[in-house]
């Protein structure tokens, strides 16, 4: 099955820095790598999905690269806030949203004032 | 817009009890919904797929006896762990997608459901 490999497991940035987390993946057929934030006793709130016909996404301060032929894919939050603070996880699927999920370890990011 | 429900939100129930958690979508019809285990400060590991109307499919490791899951329309799933023990304590979430015809929709998760077993 799919391995999804996430680092590092905790980021300090200064605000308004710029903030990177980087995962990699085991199974060529995944095709679909979305990133998840998630705050204290919360569920995940998607933030940014890239499918594997696409290099780059940009969404305002957060873009998302793949490379697919190293299988590894990374997210970029630029001119950080106080309020990016949380976990972000990323995730991969041979399916998009029809087949479930396999997460990385999680990225705890702290935005220091 | 993609906003799913999930209650209760925090459950404490004795050991040897069974436990109903319902999982909503409030704005879209879900073909497909997932659950999710998490448990303090890891990652979220699937324990099953579920299509509408079907039998819901199991990961490998998870008992389909103990964690029953019905999907009994397009906008309910309720998982229910059964004669829970305190290795069951966690904190389940539910995702739901609106794949229907269109594969590429992304999954909206609850806000999940403490589950703490005495």
């Known amino acids: 099955g799919e391995n999804v490999e996430q680092h590092p497991s905790t980021l300090s940035v200064q605000e308004g820095d710029s903030a990177v987390i980087k995962c990699t993946y085991s199974?060529?057929?995944?095709?679909?790598f979305p990133w998840y934030k998630q705050e204290l006793g919360k569920g995940p709130q998607l933030i940014i999905d890239i499918r594997s016909n696409v290099g780059e996404k940009k969404d305002q301060r957060i873009a998302v690269t793949l490379n697919k032929t190293a299988k590894h894919f990374s997210l970029h939050i630029t001119e950080t806030q106080p309020e990016d603070s949380a976990v972000y996880f990323c995730a991969a699927s041979s399916g998009g949203g029809a087949d479930g999920l396999t997460f990385g370890k999680g990225t705890h990011l702290i935005i220091q004032p | 817009g993609a906003v799913v429900s999930q209650h209760p939100s925090w459950v404490i129930c004795k050991s040897g009890t069974s436990v109903k958690i319902e999982c909503r979508s409030l704005?879209?019809?879900?073909?497909?919904m997932f659950w999710y285990r998490q448990f303090p400060k890891q990652s979220l590991m699937l324990m099953a797929t579920?299509?509408?109307?079907?039998?819901?499919?199991?990961e490998q490791g998870v008992e389909k006896d103990k964690f029953l899951i019905n999907h009994a329309s397009l906008t309910l799933s309720t998982l229910t762990v059964t004669s829970a023990h305190p290795e069951d304590s966690s904190f389940y979430i539910c995702s739901a997608s609106a794949t229907g015809t269109d594969p590429h929709q992304p999954q909206h998760f609850g806000d999940g459901t403490r589950l703490s077993i005495l």
């Open positions: 579920s299509n509408e109307g079907s039998k819901a499919t199991y």
């Open positions: 704005d879209f019809q879900a073909t497909t």
């Open positions: 199974d060529s057929a995944s095709n679909y």
